[in-house]
């Protein structure tokens, strides 16, 4: 079991019942999972209303226009969906649509 | 919340800076590709702006400017921005936040409970103008009467008027916004693929002094990447807001803003070069020719997409005649507009308390409906 938390700033906690912050567990092994069994578990348990993961998914990936931080480091830093997760991590998605 | 220590990961080589080569990199830069750690980040971001305002010259020493602030990410990370240059650089400018209340219930007064902690923040001055008393009509109200569709359209023109009127109390000429590269690259391609060919050419200028209006605005941020932005403001721990305005945003430009999105998808560099190719677009110049239709048009029209043309024959007054405001039309257009709504208003009474808070949720409803 991998223990992470997940943030959704700057206009995107809309898809998430206005909660900013969100612990998520996700069910493997440290060093089989990936961000992208972090993006589809979002998917499943995070996102309040189905009809909001076009917020948030496109193409079967994260939107484009949010960025995405893990542990404060943008993701294309760290391998993007391929990053492997551990535990402890933190993985933010901003809105940079949103407002002026 | 547990605080787990967890092993440092080794960092590979590819992880560092490539400006300092000590520190972990942290983001990347859309303009070039280039690997920053936070510090070097801070320094560059700021650098760049500071080099575009004095490339541009925009300000005066002794200048007093108004920041227009929102609550929202660019303009706050601009009042911080412009403290920190002033600072820096001494560039001798007193600085004012300027704020438009539209009276959007659930958007406007929460984001300018931001402002009024940013004015303690960043200890400025803080002068909040808003429609309700200069044009005695709020955006719900507004709403309520006329729908959502215009929503912008009427809008925008009020705040542009708003702003200036604001600035003019406060005896300042010169308002700086936050408008930022990717809005402009936006602005660009939607007057593109609109052929609307005339706001193309100006959309590129940092700096506007126009006729219609007595103060000038510039943006500093000009050639500033929104991804940049937002992560300033992250990293900085800055206070904005970002919930979106309950009316829809023009339809257009969200259409245009998805295509600009996916197309730096793949080529980042993209803003810039459309910026690039705003800035070198310059019109033919049309001969005068003498229009030989003989429409006899109204003194207004409004168009299909919520625009307003205006009839140019009696151009000689400079002057609205109702409220006085600059104007080349006998009425300016923020009179035309609530002219037109005043005539409405007459028309359906309502019942202020209740109906106008949810107007925005009722109009949406409404809109929805189909026979
Ligand atoms: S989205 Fe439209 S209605 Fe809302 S504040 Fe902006 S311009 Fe006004
Ligand atoms: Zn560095
Ligand atoms: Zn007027």
């Known amino acids: 079991m991998i223990k992470v938390k997940i943030e959704f700033l700057g206009g995107l906690d809309v898809i998430s019942n206005k909660q900013r912050e969100h612990k998520l567990i996700i069910d493997k092994e440290e060093g089989e999972a990936t961000m992208k069994d972090v993006i589809s578990a979002i998917c499943e348990k995070i996102i309040a209303d189905e009809k909001d993961i076009p917020v948030f998914i496109e193409d079967e990936t994260v939107r484009p226009g949010i960025l995405v931080l893990i542990n404060d480091t943008d993701w294309e830093l760290e391998d993007g969906e391929n990053y492997v997760i551990e535990s402890g991590d933190v993985f933010t998605f901003t809105s940079t649509l949103h407002g002026g | 919340m547990p605080v787990e220590s967890k092993p440092e990961k080794k960092l590979k080589v590819t992880a560092l800076c490539e400006l300092c080569h000590g520190r972990k990199a942290v983001m990347k830069r859309p303009k070039n590709l280039q690997k920053l750690c936070k510090e070097c980040f ?31 990410k660019d303009s706050t990370v601009l009042a911080s921005i412009m403290k920190t240059l002033n600072e820096r650089y001494n560039y001798g400018l007193k600085l004012v936040l300027l704020s438009i209340d539209e009276g959007i219930v659930g958007y406007r007064d929460d984001s300018l409970d931001t402002v009024k902690r940013n004015k303690i923040q960043y200890d400025m001055p803080l002068e909040i103008v808003s429609y309700k008393e200069l044009y005695n009509w709020s955006m719900d109200e507004i709403v309520a009467c006329s729908g959502m569709r215009n929503s912008c359209t009427y809008c925008g023109v009020l705040r542009r008027q708003a702003l200036d009127r604001g600035a003019a109390k406060l005896n300042i000429n010169h308002i700086v916004t936050g408008h930022n590269a990717d809005d402009m690259a936006e602005t660009v391609l939607m007057n ?47 206070d ?54 003989n429409k006899k048009k109204d003194e207004t029209q409004i168009n299909a997409d919520g625009s307003i043309s205006l009839n140019k024959d009696f151009t000689k007054a400079n002057k609205c005649e109702k409220c006085g405001y600059l104007s080349s039309n006998k009425l300016c257009k923020a009179c035309v507009l609530l002219g037109g709504l005043e005539a409405n208003r007459a028309k359906i009474t309502l019942d202020t308390d209740t109906s106008v808070e949810g107007a925005a949720k009722l109009t949406r409803t409404l809109e929805h409906l189909s026979f």
């Open chain 2, 240 to 293: 904005y807001f970002s919930t979106e305005c309950s009316y829809a945003p023009e339809a257009f430009r969200g259409t245009t803003r998805e295509l600009l999105k996916a197309l730096e998808a793949n080529r980042p560099s993209i803003i810039m070069d459309i910026i690039y190719s705003g800035e070198h677009f310059e019109l033919k110049r049309k001969k005068q020719t003498v229009s030989y239709k």
């Open chain 2, 42 to 72: 801070y320094k560059v971001f700021e650098t760049e702006i500071h080099n575009t305002i004095t490339d541009a010259n925009l300000f005066q020493y002794g200048e007093t400017v108004a920041i227009g602030a929102s609550g929202g």
């Open chain 2, 192 to 238: 593109i693929l609109r052929g609307d060919t005339k706001r193309l050419e100006k959309s590129c200028s940092i700096l506007t002094e126009s006729a219609d209006s007595p103060i000038k605005r510039s943006k500093p941020f000009k050639y500033t990447y929104q991804k940049e932005i937002v992560l300033y403001a992250h990293y900085k721990k800055l």
